[in-house]
């Protein structure tokens, strides 16, 4: 059995009532797979990267100097780009007619549509609404996440099935 099969198993265990009721499937899966990535993976992946491998040092590039938060932050990037890729390929959005090689494209695309969103949404909110920071944040952080969901449904992986 595929790594894939074993991770769905174990999401559909915890898709009951009302659960069921409430989200489709795939919604379900995708919603996991990006509570995972980027409430799990992505702070664990900082912490070790932060504290082992850049050590609270600052880089200098000779065109700009990174702090080390910054410096951990784009080291991480690309390990909770490729897990988040494979999660919603394999998991949330399986067997598209799409090739792997497109996807891959598509999401980077939808990654970076997704940074342009949280950027302007945390300046409006905050810049011209006047809405606190944190709240903003919130706000910005629910909008992207449907802009997520909608874009891998309907771009990145369209045409996938939720179940073989």
Known sequence: MRLSEWIIRGIDRFYIRPVAAILPRQVF??????????????????????????????????????????AAMILVFPCTFFVGFWLNRYVAFRRSPVGAGTQLFRYLLSIAGSI?????????????????????????????????????????????????
């Open 29 to 70: 899966h995708y919603a996991v797979c990006g509570g995972f990535t980027y409430l799990v993976f992505d702070p664990v992946c900082y912490s070790l990267l932060y504290n082992f491998l850049v050590g609270y040092r600052y880089f200098d590039l000779g065109f700009v100097v990174l702090s080390p938060h910054i």
């Open 116 to 164: 342009l969103l949280t950027y302007a949404g945390l300046k409006f909110f905050v810049e011209v609404c006047g809405i606190w920071p944190t709240p903003a944040k919130v706000l910005t952080t629910l909008l992207t996440t449907v802009y997520s969901f909608l874009v891998a449904k309907y771009f990145t992986f369209r045409h996938a099935e939720t179940r073989p």
